[in-house]
């Protein structure tokens, strides 16, 4: 049975920082996409990075040169490294796996995506 546990959101000032980790279990790690998604007031969940191997990392173009995606295989976890958070940043942060193939007009949408985590919340104040 996959499972995948977030951990990592809190609250913090608006240009302060936090990681979000997520360990996954029940599969084979190292041979699916992990993606980080978010839902934020009034909007649709959104794709924020996603990570297969060191040259296929996906990061949303809101939020680059602020956050980057990595992983431990061997951990069997996934980090978003989130800097500069602005208030908008506010909200449940959702880890994901895909599947192994994925091109770069999947990598973030939602629909791939089939398995998730419960989410962690991020609060950003101003």
């Known amino acids: 049975q996959v499972q995948l546990v977030e951990s990592g959101g809190g609250s913090v000032q608006a240009g302060g920082s936090l990681e979000l980790s997520c360990v996954g279990s029940?599969?084979?790690?190292?041979?699916?996409?992990m993606a980080w998604f978010r839902e934020t007031p009034g909007n649709k969940r959104e794709g924020v990075a996603s990570m297969f191997r060191e040259d296929n990392i996906y990061i949303h173009d809101s939020v680059k040169g602020r956050f980057t995606i990595s992983r431990d295989n061997a951990k069997r976890t996934v980090y978003l490294h989130m800097s500069n958070l602005q208030p908008e940043d506010s909200g449940i942060y959702y880890c994901?796996?895909?599947?192994?193939?994925?091109?770069?007009?999947?990598?973030?949408?939602?629909?791939?995506?089939?398995?998730w985590g419960r989410g962690t919340q991020v609060t950003v104040s101003s």
């Open positions: 029940g599969f084979t790690y190292k041979n699916y996409h």
């Open positions: 994901a796996r895909g599947p192994t193939n994925l091109n770069i007009r999947q990598v973030l949408d939602v629909r791939f995506y089939n398995h």
